[in-house]
């Protein structure tokens, strides 16, 4: 007997699909970065990449062990040109509020569906969002108190 049922299945396979969006945005946001010489910015948007394949293969771990199927859809496009730094910043934080909600619907599923291991899992994505919205407003805060200077920002840019 699978302990994941076909409903909180499908929802993270959708769940999949997002996080693995999520690392292309991040990828496209640095690479418009890197051809702006904003080295700092493009490799804290790398390490962002990075992490949402990471997320993404939590899922895809958490669905093997509970006796479910992973299904990989098409990510789709995303933008590589934006047009100034403070629109990258923005598109960073409204997609981070984007999949709070979408991890918030998960775990209301798993609570409806009383499907415990799920709920316990999800609580370190709960934990992870606070940290990603977090993260991403404090890139607009300091990029607003540095004048909104790229240059200058971009310098003082570093992520452990």
Do not use: C
């Amino acid at each position: 007997m699978a302990l994941i049922s076909k409903e909180m299945n499908d929802a993270m396979n959708a769940q999949i699909t997002e996080e693995l969006k999520s690392g292309y945005v991040y990828l496209g946001i640095s690479l418009w970065a890197e051809e702006r010489s904003m080295h700092n910015y493009a490799a804290w948007m790398r390490k962002q990449f990075k992490e949402e394949y990471e997320h993404a293969e939590r899922f895809m771990k958490y669905i093997i062990a509970t006796g479910g199927h992973v299904e990989l859809k098409a990510i789709g496009e995303v933008p590589t040109v934006y047009p100034n730094t403070e629109a990258t910043i923005k598109v960073t934080i409204e997609h981070e509020e984007f999949i709070t909600k979408k991890i918030r619907g998960l775990l209301e599923l798993a609570h409806e569906k009383k499907e415990y291991e799920a709920i316990n899992m999800l609580q370190w994505f709960v934990n992870e969002q606070i940290e990603e919205e977090s993260q991403s407003n404090e890139l607009m805060a300091t990029y607003e108190l540095q004048g909104k200077k790229d240059g200058l920002w971009d310098h003082h840019l570093h992520r452990e």
